[in-house]
């Protein structure tokens, strides 16, 4: 063991030591005792990968367990950003470090003496990237959804059964703590305990209610911003035009950036992107993290512009489903249905009881049972792999220190994902999908079987 990796296991340590520090609200000088006791060599050194608006609540916080000495994007406007504030954190905690700036991701994983990089990219780079990394000797932390395809999450977790590397996934609910009546709280794990300690009985149904999406209007051609490589923005999705419009709001209605989500090409939309994190939450509770359903289809689905043979016509409108109704059927005759419509929040039904959780409420007949009968410590740290809960980028660095996976880990996560990724092919194709979870194969369709994976520009193909 090196000596920068036995400093690694001490600043992993200091990690642990500040899990039941609230998600919600934190700051740098929420956490930043961290800075107290570790030196600056003492921390793993860290590059982050794509560092536009959402890295803006990840790479601050990785900050106060590594130092970072690269960023990296493919926009320039957003590496500059990021570099200044990577250098101003530095600067304010007394560990300043130069701080590189690539466009090319492979070049930042070419330097040896990064241990950890963040993966804050749109849903499309994220597997290519992440792959490489691993293959680069690097641990990592990436945004969800981690995948575009099911095979996409096949591929990662072969690499990352070859190369032992630890990887979290950044679906922070699973750690996440907010505060409720002056009482601090996970929620979202209290809930997973509430179902699986049996106090609603036997899960009948579940409902993942994760909202809908606005449609866009007909989007002109217009210039590429400066300073952005848009072809290779583009990565695997085919080479297109650039094509944006005022939205009155805070994003501009276009191809990139933040609403690179509402196109198929790229992502999912709202399937993904929240159900990335409920239909998690919900198949941890199951305890169906492991397996998947036995079949999906779509119940209801509106999509903003015509689908043939699953694929969009139009090409400048955003394409993904403005609202939609799924059921999936899971062993024991479990019903989820993911819904557009509804209170953000997933709704458990049980033969005992009832309970809704969401990131601002924890309610229901079984919430009840909590004031008389709290869940014990051992039951939320078993279901917490036994390590202290409350504080996702800690939980992450306190595994780069023992070499275990974090909470988020890739094959619950890619499970998750592939409930998700095929209620989409549900209702792109219009027609139900069975599912073969041991096999991870829909059954009986060729068709739709080939949706699993799908054609990649030449140059930017997700390899293992």
């Known amino acids: 063991m090196s000596h920068s990796r036995r400093q690694f296991l001490k600043a992993a340590g200091s990690a642990a030591a500040l899990a039941n520090v609230p998600y919600f609200g934190w700051t740098s000088q929420t956490i930043a005792q961290d800075a107290a006791v570790t030196s600056k060599n003492d921390r793993p050194l860290m590059g982050c990968i794509g560092v536009g608006d959402r890295w803006n609540a990840v790479g601050p916080l990785a900050m106060n367990f590594a130092d970072c000495v690269a960023v990296c994007d493919v926009d320039k406007a957003m590496t500059d950003k990021a570099r200044n504030k990577a250098l101003e954190v530095g600067s304010k905690a007394g560990r300043p470090r130069d701080v590189e700036v690539f466009e090319d991701y492979r070049k930042l994983l070419d330097r040896k003496d990064i241990e950890v990089v963040t993966i804050v990219t749109p849903d499309h780079w994220h597997s ?5 990394a691993m293959k680069a000797g690097k641990d990592v932390y990436c945004e969800k959804p981690l995948t575009l395809t099911i095979d996409e999450g096949k591929q990662i977790l072969k690499v990352l059964k070859e190369t032992g590397r630890v990887f979290q996934v950044g679906t922070q609910q699973r750690s996440e703590m907010s505060a409720n009546k002056g009482t ?10 509430l179902v699986r300690s049996g106090r609603l009985g036997k899960i009948t149904k579940v409902e993942c209610r994760i909202g809908g999406v606005k449609p ?28 944006s419009a005022p939205s009155g709001g805070k994003y501009p209605f276009s191809r990139c950036h933040y609403e690179f989500r509402w196109w198929y090409e790229y992502s999912g939309g709202k399937m993904t992107d929240w159900g990335a994190h409920h239909v998690d939450i919900a198949s941890w509770a199951l305890g169906a993290d492991t397996t998947g359903p036995l079949s999906v289809e779509g119940i209801s689905v509106n999509h903003p512009v015509p689908l043939k ?31 557009s419509d509804g209170e953000n929040g997933i709704q458990f039904t049980g033969t005992q009881g009832d309970l809704f959780v969401s990131r601002g409420a924890l309610r229901g007949s079984a919430a009840d049972t909590l004031k008389d009968q709290p869940l014990s410590e051992e039951l939320l740290g078993q279901l917490y792999k036994g390590k202290k809960w409350g504080n996702h980028m800690a939980n992450f660095f306190e595994c780069c220190g023992d070499r275990t996976q974090p909470i988020s880990d890739v094959d619950t996560h890619h499970r998750a994902m592939t409930t998700c990724h095929l209620a989409n092919i549900a209702i792109r194709l219009g027609r139900k999908i069975n599912w073969d979870s041991q096999a991870e194969q829909i059954v009986g369709d060729d068709a739709a079987n080939a949706w699993l994976k799908r054609e990649q520009r030449k140059g930017y193909e997700v390899t293992a």
Not at 218 to 234: F, I, Q, R, S, Y
Not at 311 to 337: H, L
């Open 128 to 132: 290519k990237i992440a792959i490489d």
């Open 309 to 339: 043979d699953g694929m969009p016509t139009v090409d400048n409108m955003y394409n993904t489903a403005t609202n939609f109704d799924v059921k999936a059927m899971f062993p024991g005759d479990v019903e989820m249905r993911i819904l």
């Open 216 to 243: 866009s209007p007909a989007l002109p051609k217009t210039e590429v911003p400066a300073g952005l490589n848009w072809e290779m923005w583009l990565g695997q999705a085919p080479l297109v035009d650039y094509v």
């Open 184 to 193: 601090v709280k996970s929620q979202f794990l209290h809930a997973v305990a």
